[in-house]
């Protein structure tokens, strides 16, 4: 890049639905200043607190620069060349697949890797279908049971979130905190606010998108199916349907119907502890206000047990309202945008018992063994996977574990015998889906030190297993080239979209479902699921009680008597950039976890705001800084989700059948909301 | 240039810290060394939600860090009243971080003098408004003339968490709310 030219790319952080816009200059001195793209259809020139301060992570000293091999014995670093380290990592595959478990090696790629969306769709898929390995890809900790939930009911397309806004009468924010997990998202919520129209979130916590909300809803954690069914108790009551859209387009409103008369909203104000009126005023809003749209992004229903049946609850409001194929209407959430996924080279995989990517499956792999090497990929289990105490023994029986990032993270840290250094967004060429639209990903500066590109030295290890054509092309661009032929993505090209900072829009319908045919079997919306069934899942969207919960469990909460709430702010995403702590603006404003305590507990246990306290229960402990705030419900405590703290109390159950993902290729997701914890101050 | 006032509306502050990182980028400041803060406040006392304020230099009309300034380093601009800050003179005494009441002079502990907010001069000489403003999402922090100030009367001088000293004459003003407390919406809980 020449000095005072001015390229595009997309912030490095995998917000849903959006990436935001930037433009990048290199100035004389080396400084590399970062602005909001103006050309960016949704961000329009605006970058949150993380992307402001990404600078810092292409800059940052502490990168890691050169490869690096630990002395299991005295548990010391040294560096080691690439082509050792890839020989080593070739020696045990190989092993393992000459032993006829070639299973035994398992690829675990996280957002880190998703950043480029190439190497995470198809890439890095590719390298593990054509080596033959177990591949673990890191949605399942983020979103995967909402995905599962999209998946039985046939709901999943796209609907443009600013679009949606703009002609939105209601949103709600279903569990959803924008404004701390998407700050970019403000303006369109404020504007619905500004026209009148309604905007209402429901969550337990007074977030930061509650606080500007016209309407906050405050269940207790977990009762959203309670909510959701009886929402559609009143609809249904009330006659506030369309009885023939239902009997042409979708599938088992009759059973849905029998089945929702038991939510009556008198029981439902009792199960989720707000008020009748509460429940009264929100069904009259899917009455009165149309288009009505649902912000569902990510991943906060899909982290409890019952989180499959949450997310569906909540869909089923969708076609009961008629606000399916609207604009305005429908659910937000993230991209569906598809590449040439002919490339993953799937059909090549060798057949074998690979573990499928459910939490349920990871963690018996790594119990019996059956997994005995990891290649983690731009990922930190030791950070952001449940029940780190049991991971971390499960870890130390493998016989090797390779990390390949940008920074010393904490698995790099704690677990790994291999660590190789990773590029940033900055320094290779790449693509991106940002909600419709399709970004190049520009490569604007060269990496330091020895850092390499992951499809380069996935091509060198390849090489070492006898695969000869795992990158075929003459170049990046080529390869992204073909990447995008794909029906989706055919009016792009590399050439194309250097030319426009705006990216091009990818073939999708505008909004989604306006013909009413449905991504299921029966091609219609599926209130009832045959295929639940099937998997051993509740065929209805149905309650089940938590196997940690204040009340569901009282003996448990006699000891344990603290719900904790997995959180989101706006100074970290996952446990990017160890903890966000690389990175100065960050780390100074976030430099430790916090934990959110209600002022009635702490007095209780006689805390005070900044006290230091020791979090516990049956599984692990962790010390933790304390803020008193009203913001959590009475005998709730919040940790935002970037902190390994967390993970030492969670526990490693997944709900969903692993079956499911075997069939859908989703699912798993640990239930991360459901664990009871105590906090005594430290010292005591 | 005109005179400008910061305008802040704590019920549209969605807390998310954009405008101190917007500035650090801006200013390409140290990130432990923001020239901006943001405040969660009441202090969680129970009865009311937190609100969260966004500070900086207020750009007083009579500034006490330019009088307690030993070296003329801290001057007020005499075209637009901003108050700006010369490395070259600066001595390090400290004596404007004492002076100042809203304690926003920061100490440069690795050059060994002070630093502060200039209001992104060289921005609004472009026509650009400051990186804080420019980047908020809710448009919570916004940047006025002197002559809008006058023609507006939903704007006060103190708000929860800023005391507004009338020997400084600080140039921010806050949007008047009957109750910012409760953001303007129903509640539970």
Redesign the interface.
Known sequence: MEMGDIKYTTCPYNCWPINCGQQVERLADGHIAIRGNPHHDFSRGRLCVKGQSSYEIALSKNRLKVPLQRNRKSGTLKEISWPDALDQMAEKITCNIDNGRREATALYHSHGNIVQRINWKILTPRFANMAGITLWDGNFPCWYDVGVAQQLTGYWGLHDPAENCAKTRALINWAQDPCASQANMAPYVLDIRERGGQVITIDPRVTQTAAISTKHIRPRLGTDVWLANSVAHILIREGFYDSDYMAQYTYGFPDYKKHIDTFTPARAAEVCQISLAEIESLAETFVQEKPLCINLTRGALGKHLNGIQMVRAVLCLIPLSGNVGIQGGGAVWGETVEWNLELCALKEKPPAPYPVNNFTAIDEALEKGSVNTLLVVGGNPLSQWPNLPRLRRQLQKLDLVAVYDLFMNHTAKEAADIILPATCWLEELGLRTSNRRIYLMDKIIDPPGQCREASAWMNDLAQRLGIDDYFPWTSKEECLDQCLQSDACSQATVAKLRKLPQGIEANIPPVPYADHTFDSPSRKFEFFSSRAREWGLSPLPTFEPPLEGRIDTPELAQEFPLQLISSRRNTHFHSFHNSHREIETLRALEPEPLLYMHPKDALARGIQDGDYGIMFNQRGRARIKIEITTEVPVAHVSLNDCWPQLNEVTAAYAPCPPQVTADLGIGGQPAYQNVLVEIRKEGR | MKERYFVFDT??C?????C???C??EN?L???Q?WRRVF?LP????????LTISLSCNHCQEPACVTACPANALMKRPQDGIVVHEPDLCLGCRYCQMACPYDAIVWLEDKEMVGKCHMCWHRLERGEDPACVA?C???ALQMITKEELDSRSDLVRETTGFQHHPDVKPRIRFIKKENPKD???????
Do not use: E, W, Y
Not at chain 2, 14 to 18: A, F, Y
């Open positions: 019920s549209l969605i807390g998310c810290l954009g101190i990182a917007a650090i980028n390409r140290q990130g432990h923001p969660k202090p969680h006392d129970g009865d009311h939600d937190t980047t999402f809710s448009k953001h303007g919406r129903d509640q539970n809980g």
